[in-house]
DNA sequence: GAAATTTCAATTGTACACAATTTAATTTTG
DNA sequence: CAAAATTAAATTGTGTACAATTGAAATTTC
């Protein structure tokens, strides 16, 4: 009789008490809420992110570009061909390494720094959170990831 | 003179002062996490999430299943191929209205729900937060999700 | 109750992610 | 300094995501 019955799973399965689904979730839905946004600027959001580097220290090679983005040149070859594709910028093999590819912005990647400067603003008028709380929630994430990046213990 | 001095961009637009950016790789840092675990059930991370949705309530549409996991058709349908491929889910048109499909967990998906039930556990160990951390982290997420679905104001 | 609309899943096409391999260039070592 | 090892980017292949369209089935509406 018992073994017929069926019982509510241990609270630790339930996909809604999953933290992996609500940043699986959440994750998805701010990439979700930026696209409207982008789509007018012409960049997706991973480009987007790339070109945030790029405003923020120009001329970097594929390589150090992965290294703050957390990406491998298998995603970043072919997204940043895209960019260069759409004008926004150049990819040139460095004289003094020649295994090296920099990346620099284009006076069209330079130009679209101002009107990309709204989205953030928009963004973070949609969120409702305060700068602190955000700074709070920003950081935990931070946190998190460096945690996970840790070789396993034990 | 002044114009020419290179400032530093205000910490709006700075990549590490990004939620956006703090969400985007804490995610793909946690779904990195789960990949070797998870490699040893054959399941890739949406596909895992997915099996926590059938573990929980098995004979659910396709439908269903994408307001579960707000995915639609176009990621379920080739995600559920694959897992009728591997053997751990039947796909079968309704009677009671043919445009319907579901999903069934076989013998074989039934049968990895024990050795699944290591995986939460694990990762609760390597991410070291107390239980309350992690409901209250779980929780804001979904207020953001929840915030971000919101029709946009004004 | 037939036509218009809606719903559901599948399909098509584009763009990530990422493991694994390849190729070329540089650096290290014996 | 030549062979071995390392490094950087590109390539290949698999698996999501998601917009847009398609096709079939069910529902609504006139």
Sequence with gaps: MMALMKRTPPSSVLLDQQLCFALYAASRSVT???RPLL???GLTYPQYLTMLVLWEQDGLTVRE????LQLDSGTLTPLLKRLQQAGLVSRQRRRSDEREVEIRLTAEGEALREPAKAVPECMAARLCLSSEDMQRLRDELKQL????SQPTQV
Tied chains: 1, 2.
Excluded: K, P, T, V
């Design 39 to 41: 789509e007018s600027l």
């Design 32 to 34: 979700a809420a930026y």
């Design 145 to 148: 990831a460096a945690q996970l």
């Design 65 to 68: 570009l992965g290294d703050r």
